[in-house]
């Protein structure tokens, strides 16, 4: 997060990719793509699939229950390839009756039956999908769906149903094909389009999220979880100006929810308009004082701008309600550094590498703070990680240059010095990238 100790500068907080990273989803719940699927426009009748009755789902909640179930698109095909030889035992229709009893695993082994009598049988195979998958056996599920296609590629629903099976199983490269395959089919269909966003957020490809997206959201303008699915995506793509629109028509409908102002805030700060970013991470922490890394992400920017006291008090707020938050401590400990108060800066970064072994400005501070105790070694050590943890941030390399010098490895300092001055001053990165992102996944309360 610096580019010097007192020299940081940053297009915007760096997200939760919150971490929006956030690991995503310990921080505001970011947009739940997670919960993405409520019925969706233009799809809203019911289908029949021998009995079994579907909903179309879209994107719609936050990012906390991932792969829990989307209703399944139902299978309208023909069960049976050709007539079922006199004295098998094993019938489509014995499978259905258990399946509306809800004897899933009963109408499962029926079905397996059925397609053990007639491996051919592509419609069957798609029907053992569907009730794998409302039993959650999403693997078993995938693979029966994929012996479908492989029999009848042109079988409807199936490609749908594959993509949602990868999908909860938190697989969303694997659910792309499928989802893609299901709109090129469709091209209307909204269910597929949204849940093609998702997958392609899922992966961390957020410009191709945002497309998808984009369109979803446009043909159904009053689903406001799907706008903050956008807004979110967009966020993720550095597409500021986007996720700020999205955002400021959210707020228009929910002016004092914290998780907008949050992704507001980010947005804002990634356009570098960093005061207006801590306004609304202010307003969001007013309102949700105990939400997840708001105050981190507020005592970010204000340490971002020097205002050092009110990041001080910020972080120290978040590890009220966090008190193992790794990247308060460090961020404590490098304001300690800056305070020339070596030793209780030890004692902070210490206590945050223990927690989290990625926290580049915890090191960086490290290196410092033993360089100036003469451990070499040791500082060595700390610096080389904060080098690896960010190549193309100047600061590491700087101070490796300074200490090889120190220890008389010349020609070490020297290839240093010259990596700092081919390196153009980055940015620490923004607010976002602090801070943690969400999963996609399926709501829980859709069934399976």
């Given at each position: 997060m610096s580019q010097e100790r007192g020299e940081e500068k940053s297009t915007g907080l760096k997200t939760r990719h919150y971490k929006v990273a956030r690991s995503i989803v310990p921080l505001r719940q970011r947009v739940p793509l997670a919960a993405l699927i409520t019925l969706l426009p233009g799809e809203r009748g019911e289908e029949k699939r021998t009995g079994l009755k579907t909903r179309h789902y879209t994107?719609?909640?936050?990012?906390?229950?991932?792969?829990?179930?989307?209703?399944?698109?139902?299978?309208?095909?023909v069960l049976l390839a050709g007539p079922v030889a006199r004295g098998q035992s094993a019938k489509p229709a014995e499978a259905i009756a258990l399946e509306q009893q809800g004897k899933l695993e009963e109408a499962a082994a029926v079905w397996r039956a059925v397609t053990a009598q007639n491996p051919r049988d592509a419609g069957a195979f798609a029907s053992l999908g569907v009730v794998l998958s409302k039993e959650q056996k999403y693997p078993e599920?995938?693979?029966?769906?994929?012996?479908?296609?492989?029999?009848?590629?042109?079988?409807?629903?199936?490609?749908?149903?594959?993509?949602?099976?990868?999908?909860?199983?938190?697989?969303?490269?694997a659910a792309i094909a499928p989802f893609r395959a299901a709109l090129v089919a469709q091209p209307q269909n909204a269910q597929a389009r949204a849940?093609?966003?998702?997958?392609?957020?899922?992966?961390?490809?957020?410009?191709?999220?945002a497309k998808q997206l984009k369109v979803a959201a446009k043909s159904d303008p009053g689903n406001t979880e799907l706008r903050r699915a956008l807004a979110q995506s967009c966020l993720l793509a550095k597409?500021?100006?986007?996720?700020?629109?999205?955002?400021?028509q959210i707020l228009q409908q929910d002016p004092d929810a914290a998780a907008t102002h949050i992704l507001m805030g980010e947005a804002l700060d990634g356009l570098s308009r960093t005061p207006e970013a801590i306004a609304e991470f202010q307003t969001a922490a007013k309102a949700a004082p105990r939400e997840p890394?708001?105050?981190?992400?507020?005592?970010y920017l204000y340490w971002k701008s020097h205002q050092y006291e009110n990041a001080k008090i910020a972080?120290?707020?978040?590890?009220?309600?966090?008190?193992?938050?790794?990247?308060?401590?460090a961020y404590l400990g490098d304001i300690e550094l800056k305070a020339n108060h070596p030793e209780e800066a030890l004692a902070l970064l210490n206590q945050a590498v223990k927690l989290k072994d990625d926290i580049r400005i915890a090191y960086l501070d490290l290196g410092t703070i033993l360089m100036q105790q003469k451990q070499n070694k040791e500082a060595l050590a700390a610096l080389l990680r904060a080098e690896k943890l960010g190549p193309e941030q100047p600061e590491a390399h700087y101070r490796l240059a300074r200490l090889y010098r120190e220890m008389g490895n010349a020609a070490a300092s020297q290839k240093e010095f010259e990596r700092v001055r081919a390196l153009h001053e980055k940015t620490e990165g923004d607010v976002g990238?602090?801070?943690?992102?969400?999963?996609?996944?399926l709501p829980p309360s859709s069934p399976n």
């Open positions: 994107v719609a909640r936050c990012i906390a229950l991932l792969r829990q179930g989307a209703r399944l698109v139902a299978v309208l095909v599920a995938a693979a029966a769906y994929k012996k479908a296609l492989a029999l009848d590629r042109k079988l409807p629903g199936v490609e749908l149903n594959l993509g949602l099976a990868e999908f909860k199983q938190g697989n969303f490269e849940l093609l966003g998702l997958s392609w957020y899922g992966a961390k490809r957020f410009a191709e999220a597409e500021y100006e986007c996720a700020l629109e999205e955002f400021r890394e708001v105050n981190f992400g507020l005592g972080f120290e707020s978040e590890l009220a309600v966090d008190e193992n938050h790794a990247q308060s401590l990238s602090k801070m943690a992102a969400p999963t996609p996944s």
